[in-house]
């Protein structure tokens, strides 16, 4: 397995990954439209940013994550990384991808330097969570959200 930064050739695998969490997607059926191509764009120049893809020795993109480093004063001036958009396959969950996945987000973290990653998921998805927690990840803090 192979975790690298998505190309722009990436984009409709990662679009199908993030479409439907428990089906699979084919990624010729996905529509890129040119919001997706500017978050890409934006995602892609930014340097506190990365889509990574988790790719298979047959070139299959079977997951992803976006790490935002997120620069602060608290963690010793260290920057903290946020992880979203994490998600494995549907037909290839079961078989320590996800595991993999955010092992190597979280060494990627660690080498940039990053003194914390934090993550949120929606309530309703206790399997990810006992997921987060198998990898050591604490609920430490209650999140909220406002829709804009």
Do not use: W
Not at 29 to 52: Q, Y
């Amino acid at each position: 397995m192979l975790l690298r930064p998505a190309t722009r050739a990436d984009l409709p695998a990662v679009l199908a990954l993030l479409a439907d969490e428990d089906h699979v997607v084919d990624p010729a059926s996905v529509a890129v439209g040119a919001a997706h191509e500017r978050a890409f764009a934006a995602i892609e120049e930014d340097p506190r940013n990365e889509m990574l893809v988790l790719v298979d020795d047959t070139g299959l993109v079977v997951g992803c994550a976006q790490l935002t480093y997120i620069p602060g004063l608290g963690q010793g001036g260290r920057e903290r990384a946020l992880v979203e958009a994490v998600r494995v396959r549907a037909d290839r969950r079961g078989g320590g991808l996800g595991a993999v996945l955010m092992e190597l987000a979280v060494e990627r973290a660690r080498a940039r330097g990053c003194g914390l990653m934090q993550l949120t998921s929606n309530r309703r998805r206790g399997a990810a969570h006992r997921f987060y927690e198998r990898l050591g990840f604490a609920r430490s803090h209650e999140g909220f959200k406002l829709a804009l």
